[in-house]
């Protein structure tokens, strides 16, 4: 079974660009996850989706946002880019919410 | 919000050492799901414990879940060096939504 990927895998961008980031769960899966990993915060979760809603959401702000499609795959998009976004987003898929993650390799987004 | 407290948050120990990693919580967890992260790779699932008292084995690897539901612990016995990376606790919120711990990092001397 395949796993979880990610694209693009590397990611350069300069403040005020904007940025989407896809995942593709692995099959079967229905729920979606994101998460923005740094050193200094850890893994801080963004949202989770599960056919086709977000059911819930971290402390972020409105320039984060997601989407996930009726083949489960998801987007998430962040708009005007700040340094402190810089970070490896991670994308986790499960069967069904609160159960075991699966994580994939990660987008490192760097802005300039 | 609800929080699950790692520590120690850094371990250096020498190959063939135990080493453990231990999550607390103020409140009781309906459960708890322990992850390995390895130095530039992603976090990877490696059990999950939903009852009081659990105790789960992989291994070298041992799972606890404490009687109340607030702490659990995980222990290695005689670290190897494909032990090193950073170990994460989580639990379900009751939405549904993962909490992670801050991690534990486990460097291992050979």
């Known amino acids: 079974k395949a796993g979880v990927t990610q694209t693009p895998r590397y990611l350069i961008k300069t403040r005020g660009q904007q940025v989407t980031l896809s995942c593709s769960p692995i099959s079967g899966h229905r729920s979606v996850s994101w998460y923005q990993q740094t050193p200094g915060q850890g893994l801080q979760f963004l949202f989770e989706y599960f056919s086709e809603t977000q059911r819930n959401k971290g402390n972020f702000p409105g320039r984060f946002s997601g989407r996930q499609f009726s083949n489960s795959r998801s987007e998430m998009n962040v708009s005007t880019l700040e340094l402190g976004d810089s970070a490896l987003y991670l994308c986790?898929?499960?069967?069904?919410?609160?159960?075991?993650?699966?994580f994939g390799p990660g987008t490192r987004l760097t802005v300039t | 919000g609800q929080q699950v407290m790692q520590i120690p948050q850094y371990q250096h120990v020498q190959e063939g050492e135990d080493f453990t990693t231990y999550c607390n919580s103020s409140?009781?967890?309906?459960?708890i799901q322990w992850y390995k992260q390895r130095p530039g790779g992603h976090p990877v699932f490696l059990i999950q414990?939903?009852?009081?008292?659990e105790v789960k084995k992989q291994k070298r690897l041992t799972f606890q879940f404490g009687e109340a539901k607030k702490n659990s612990s995980l222990h290695i016995t005689a670290t190897q060096t494909t032990d090193v990376g950073t170990y994460f606790c989580t639990y379900s919120s009751n939405t549904g939504k993962l909490i992670f711990g801050q991690g534990t990092t486990l460097q291992v001397k050979p």
């Open positions: 414990l939903v009852k009081s008292g």
């Open positions: 986790a898929s499960g069967r069904m919410m609160g159960y075991e993650q699966y």
């Open positions: 409140t009781t967890l309906s459960n």
